[in-house]
């Protein structure tokens, strides 16, 4: 199995009272118990020598054919000798440590044992396992209840902490209490313990309070999205993800705890041909249904049935619906969700540079490139038109009027009969052009008709010019195109001048999805490459061509 680990200290001044090791199989996580002052007496060895000491037996004493808790009591009682009659080891301030052993055995299986506030979870192939040692949280519930009443930091909490810490210790290493490695070995045998086939079990990950809190205090992940974190990212990354967090609550008013950071432990276990993390088993499985047709093209999947049906949580399963957002199998559209985009008719459309009469509805309006004459296109909301102030500077520009101006605007949204939404296109017409040709104010006069109208009205023949340029559409743009907010967008915009005055009389802006669309230009020699260059000699196939 391949093991990773990593400890940090709680704060740089302080010492870090935690524990890690391990070896080809086995691994330790040790969580020193910091006595309260007032219990601070009759021993005079601080909790990270304890732990050090404590660590170092229990990792000879496991490659011994003993079991886990024998093995804990016999490192108890050889630290407790260390003492050499120096120390008082029936007072309550002894050194102590929360315990978490997880063991390899010759015969395929895993031994584990948890002993106080430390926490191993195992992911198997049918269940993630989260063991726990909850005694101590149940020890002196009210007075637990008064430190998360109070701001860290403040009088009040070190106070509430303070008198916790003695409350606890009454109970410490006592039946019906909670149990703890200090000098006493029957709290070996007080440990939770067990064991489970290896070939049942993925991924193992240890956790000391400081780092478990990342789940079980922030609440940031559930324990599968936790392992695919340390699996992609290692222990070290998560404890810094866990530091971030206390930044932005350090008084603990959001998530109440007894300090701001704590010495946090993680080590991480993988087999040796580890398999991918949930997410991704769930990501292949979801792709397979997708192109099985389960669900319809432009329907939404159903992300909480789906957590159910894996048994993952909502993060772990949002994140495999999000890999098949970015291989294109899906997309997100605003109020909608995560809709099935594989196998809808997302025909891409050649733009070229040629304007045609509408045929298809045999009318004087005009149908622009992208568009052919022959066929009908649909509205996809409403059509509107109205006065509107043209804020855009680009735009009023182009328009020849200033910003803020009050232009008539119409606005559509429009596509083939039988395809999704196209393009979003917005004119704005000419206050002049309003002026010669009132009839353009309808909202919906028919397919380019409204050109038709200016045209009529003075400004025949009308010219065009296109700008074109790729953007990242607005969420407002991505839901009318029902497109992902990732998939780029063509814009075009195009300046129509009149051939009356010679001057804008509008500009109509298109948006186009880049999946939709593709453009063709007729590239044309100028008058300089008409003919060829003199010193060109030989057959063709000699000849450099890419001057």
């Not at 630290?79 to 102590?96: I, K, R, Y």
């Not at 895993?110 to 101590?136: K, N, Q």
């Not at 009443?149 to 916790?164: F, L």
Request: charged share 25%; net charge negative.
């Amino acid at each position: 199995m391949n093991i990773a680990f990593e400890t940090l200290g709680g704060t740089p001044e302080g010492a870090n009272e935690d524990w890690v090791a391990a070896n080809p199989n086995a691994v330790i996580v040790l969580d020193g118990v910091t006595a309260p002052r007032v219990a601070a007496q009759g021993c005079r060895h601080s909790v990270a020598w304890f732990t050090r000491n404590l660590g170092g037996r229990l990792l000879m004493l496991l490659s011994e054919d003993m079991d886990m808790s024998t093995a804990l009591a016999q490192a108890i009682d050889q630290v407790a000798e260390l003492h050499q009659n120096d120390c008082d080891l029936s007072g309550l301030g002894v050194p102590a440590a929360a315990v978490a052993m997880l063991r390899k055995r010759a015969d395929g299986m895993f031994d584990y044992l948890v002993l106080a506030d430390t926490v191993i979870v195992l992911d198997m192939t049918t269940e993630m396992r989260v063991i726990s040692d909850t005694r101590v949280e149940q020890a002196a519930p009210e007075a637990l209840a008064a430190t998360r009443r109070e701001a860290i930091g403040t009088p009040e909490h070190q106070a509430a902490v303070a008198r916790m810490s003695v409350e606890q210790l009454k109970a410490r290493n006592v039946p019906g209490g909670y149990w703890v490695a200090a000098a006493e070995r029957e709290a070996a045998y007080n440990a939770i313990s067990g064991e489970v086939p290896m070939d049942q079990v993925r991924r193992v990950a240890i956790f000391t309070d400081g780092a478990s809190r990342a789940v079980d205090t922030f609440e940031e992940m559930d324990w599968t999205a936790c392992l695919d974190y340390l699996q992609e990212h290692g222990p070290r990354s998560l404890i810094q993800h866990v530091r971030r967090i206390e930044e932005t609550d350090p008084a603990g008013q959001r998530w109440p705890r007894f300090k701001k950071s704590d010495d946090a432990t993680v080590a991480f276990v993988e087999l040796v041909e580890a398999p991918k993390p949930r997410y991704v088993e769930i990501a292949d499985a979801l792709r397979a249904r997708v192109h099985a047709g389960e669900w319809a093209p432009a329907s939404p999947l159903p992300l909480d049935d789906l957590a159910v049906e894996y048994r993952a949580g909502r993060d772990t399963v949002a994140r495999a619906i999000g890999v098949l957002e970015g291989e294109g199998y899906l997309w997100p559209v605003q109020g909608r969700g995560s809709l099935v985009r594989h196998g809808m008719m997302r025909l891409r459309r050649p733009r070229g540079n040629l304007v045609k009469r509408n045929k298809a509805t045999n009318s004087a309006g005009y149908s622009f490139p992208s568009a052919s004459s022959q066929e009908k296109w649909k509205h996809h909301i409403i059509p509107a038109a109205g006065y509107e102030p043209l804020t855009d500077p680009r735009i009023a520009k182009l328009l020849g009027v200033k910003p803020g101006t009050p232009v008539m605007r119409r606005f559509r949204v429009t596509g083939p009969e039988s395809e999704p939404p196209f393009q979003i296109n917005t004119s704005w017409i000419h206050p002049r052009g309003v002026a010669d040709a009132p009839e353009v104010v309808s909202e919906d006069p028919g397919p380019g008709h409204w050109l038709y109208l200016l045209e009529k009205a003075g400004h025949w023949p009308i010219s065009w010019t296109e700008f074109h340029r790729a953007r990242t559409p607005t969420p407002h743009e991505a839901s009318l195109l029902e497109i992902p907010t990732s998939l780029p967008v063509l814009e075009i915009v195009r300046v129509g001048t009149s051939g009356g005055d010679g001057q804008p009389i509008e500009v109509t802006e298109y948006i186009v999805a880049s999946d939709r669309v593709e453009t063709v230009h007729v590239l044309h020699r100028d008058q300089s490459a008409q003919t060829p260059w003199p010193d060109i000699q030989g057959p063709p196939d000699e000849i450099e061509t890419d001057r």
